[in-house]
T-cell receptor, first 111, second 112 residues
Framework: AQSVTQPDIHITVSEGASLELRCNYS??????LFWYVQSPGQGLQLLLK??????LVQGIKGFEAEFKRSQSSFNLRKPSVHWSDAAEYFC?????????FGKGTRLHILP | KAGVTQTPRYLIKTRGQQVTLSCSPI?????VSWYQQTPGQGLQFLFE???????NKGNFPGRFSGRQFSNSRSEMNVSTLELGDSALYLC???????????FGEGSWLTVV
């Protein structure tokens, strides 16, 4: 069955520290992979996506993610977080039929 | 280019009533999908329309329905509202299957 797992419900990091949000998926073929961010009361904004090619993808706001087929993972990283990065982050996987979202990871930033 | 537009942004309804939410996709996008987001269940897929045809459907009761018009605008309807239907309803559009989906700001529905 197709699924997306974000094992961390909440993550707290200090401002300026590095960040890695984990995402594991189960999918029959090579999927399309996405990371979205949602600020309180807002819709979801696309951070980055992987369709094919280079497995390290760059996104907006200084985020990047690496597709590791052997680990079925697509972890999101940022070298130095800012207070404005506090939000909920969703990993998603899809193909030609539909997109499935993880439960989300809420990121808290300590000043 | 304008983004996905959803109306209304906020609404309060009473149990047993029905509600219709509207979504205007990004210009040129022919696929519109709907999601329900709640704190307990997260993001759940409701259905997806492409060229006025429902292509995919999530696991929701028949009280939840939708449609898409020839201009790609979409509506979703929830009849006989229940308290558990209180949620953020998100609409997303895409150029087609397998393309990136872009979300609107959502419609906050509160059922009292």
């Amino acid at each position: 069955a197709q699924s997306v797992t974000q094992p961390d419900i909440h993550i707290t990091v200090s401002e300026g520290a590095s960040l890695e949000l984990r995402c594991n998926y189960s999918y029959g073929a090579t999927p399309y992979l996405f990371w979205y961010v949602q600020s309180p009361g807002q819709g979801l904004q696309l951070l980055l996506k992987y369709f094919s090619g280079d497995t390290l993808v760059q996104g907006i706001k200084g985020f990047e993610a690496e597709f590791k087929r052997s680990q079925s993972s697509f972890n999101l990283r940022k070298p130095s977080v800012h207070w404005s990065d506090a939000a909920e982050y969703f990993c998603a996987v899809g193909g030609d039929d539909k997109i499935i979202f993880g439960k989300g990871t809420r990121l808290h930033i300590l000043p | 280019k304008a983004g996905v537009t959803q109306t209304p942004r906020y609404l309060i309804k009473t149990r047993g009533q029905q509600v219709t939410l509207s979504c205007s996709p990004i210009s040129g996008h022919r696929s519109v999908s709907w999601y329900q987001q709640t704190p307990g269940q997260g993001l759940q897929f409701l259905f997806e329309y492409f060229s006025e045809t429902q292509r995919n459907k999530g696991n929701f009761p028949g009280r939840f329905s939708g449609r898409q018009f020839s201009n790609s605008r979409s509506e979703m309807n929830v009849s006989t509202l229940e308290l558990g239907d209180s949620a953020l309803y998100l609409c997303a559009s895409a150029a087609g299957q397998g393309n990136t989906i872009y979300f609107g700001e959502g419609s906050w529905l509160t059922v009292v």
